[in-house]
């Protein structure tokens, strides 16, 4: 995401936003978790263009479960120009992952967090599909709490494949300084994992423009460094329709963090690095 509208027209390289969901209003949702709205691609395409964002990576809600249908058929739809993370069990078969593949998908989420995440046993699952996600060279991420870093490094270091870390791996605003996550999440950023910067308001930090979570987003980059990565997370499943953030406002905490004079430039070509350089121009 480049700093200004006026500055997006010549961004180079084009922006990335890396946490975006796609709904149909019309599609079966899990039972007992939030019914979304009616959320396409083009209305986050359309948006995000306003500030120099040509790549979106769509990740696969908790509300769909494993039906990944409305998130192959957007990448389809842009043949080569976004990319995504499914959700998928053991069970998947090698011809599936190598079309998602071919689709965009570059990794497989894993929900330690919502009502319909996964809660059976990810780190047997994980353990079962690390052989045919690094042949494919896939990542696994993660929506996480502060008390999962702690397994999350141990199974990273087991199954030797790069972690990311949804919502700046659950660090929020009352963290203290010394809990044992701070050590934890040190320990995955030291082994390869990323960070997204993204969710503050699912943080403690309700409203723009967030600050009370800027001491503890500063020390989360700072830990990670350039394996770090943006993500508006539109449209915001937290908020009501008439209610949601705006755009350019989840962006801002990035630039008070960030050392970088241009940020956003840094941060697209940490997803580049993230996701494959191989996209089509936006």
């Given at each position: ?9 010549n ?19 899990h039972?007992?978790?939030?019914q ?38 957007a ?46 046993n ?7 599909l ?43 605003a ?17 082994n ?57 406002d ?33």
């Amino acid at each position: 995401m480049t700093e200004t509208p006026a500055a997006a027209a010549n961004a180079a390289p084009a922006g990335w936003d890396c946490h975006v969901h796609v709904f149909d209003g019309r599609a079966p949702v899990h039972p007992g978790h939030y019914q979304p709205g009616h959320r396409p691609l083009q209305q986050i395409e359309d948006q995000a263009a306003a500030f120099g964002v040509g790549h979106l990576v769509l990740v696969q809600p908790s509300v769909y479960g494993s039906n990944n249908r409305l998130l192959l058929q957007a990448l389809a739809a842009r043949p080569g120009r976004h990319r995504g993370v499914v959700v998928a069990d053991p069970a998947v078969t090698d011809a599936e992952l190598q079309a998602w593949h071919a689709l965009g998908v570059r990794g497989l989420r894993f929900n330690l967090v919502s009502p319909a995440g996964n809660h059976n046993n990810p780190q047997q699952d994980v353990m079962d599909l690390a052989p045919r996600l690094r042949a494919l060279g896939w990542h696994v991420q993660w929506y996480a709490k502060p008390e999962h870093l702690a397994p999350l490094a141990a199974w990273q270091r087991a199954c030797g494949l790069p972690f990311v870390l949804d919502h700046l791996a659950g660090l929020h605003a009352g963290l203290a300084q010394d809990d044992p996550a701070w050590q934890a999440a040190a320990a995955l950023a030291a082994n390869g994992a990323w960070l997204k910067l993204s969710g503050w308001y699912r943080l403690g930090a309700p409203q723009a423009p967030y600050g009370a979570l800027l001491p503890t987003l500063r020390r989360a980059v700072a830990l990670f460094g350039s394996r770090c990565v943006w993500g508006s997370d539109w449209p915001h499943t937290h908020f009501a329709n008439d209610a949601l953030p705006a755009y350019a406002d989840q962006f801002g905490p990035v630039q008070a963090a960030c050392a970088s004079t241009h940020p956003a430039t840094a941060l697209a070509r940490q997803a580049q690095a993230l996701y494959g350089s191989g996209v089509a121009p936006a």
